[in-house]
Nanobody, 124 residues
Framework: VQLVESGGGLVQAGGSLRLSCATS????????LGWFRQSPGQAREFVAA????????SYTDSVKGRFTISKDKTKNTVFLQMNSLKPEDTAVYYC??????????????????WGQGIQVTVSS
């Protein structure tokens, strides 16, 4: 399974960006897709996840109320709408997938495959 991110870039604090993650196939048995991010010198952290078969979503506390994860099954694509961006949101964002349920990604950070990553920079 391949994941291809797009939509990153440079934005001022308070602005918005929408990331997209296109999957190479979607008949698949993967049940959860999500986003992680990594800042320089920091560990990769969970951001959000969505159940492909159901409607469940999960977010890390720091993005709740600002970020929204969604999916378009007809396009085999997952989106991350990021509003009210802050400089601390600056990171490389990675699309991720697992064959397990959303709880495994959100709570246990289990990932079976990754995208290549895309830079998001928020200026103050």
């Amino acid at each position: 399974v391949q994941l291809v991110e797009s939509g990153g870039g440079l934005v001022q604090a308070g602005g918005s960006l929408r990331l997209s993650c296109a999957t190479s196939e979607r008949s698949f048995s993967s049940d959860t897709l999500g986003w992680f991010r990594q800042s320089p010198g920091q560990a990769r952290e969970f951001v959000a996840a969505i159940s492909w078969s159901g409607g469940s979503t999960s977010y890390t506390d720091s993005v709740k109320g600002r970020f929204t994860i969604s999916k378009d099954k007809t396009k085999n694509t997952v989106f991350l709408q990021m509003n009210s961006l802050k400089p601390e949101d600056t990171a490389v964002y990675y699309c991720a997938g697992t064959f397990l349920s959303i709880e495994h990604m959100a709570a246990s950070r289990i990932v079976d495959y990754w995208g290549q990553g895309i830079q998001v920079t928020v200026s103050s």
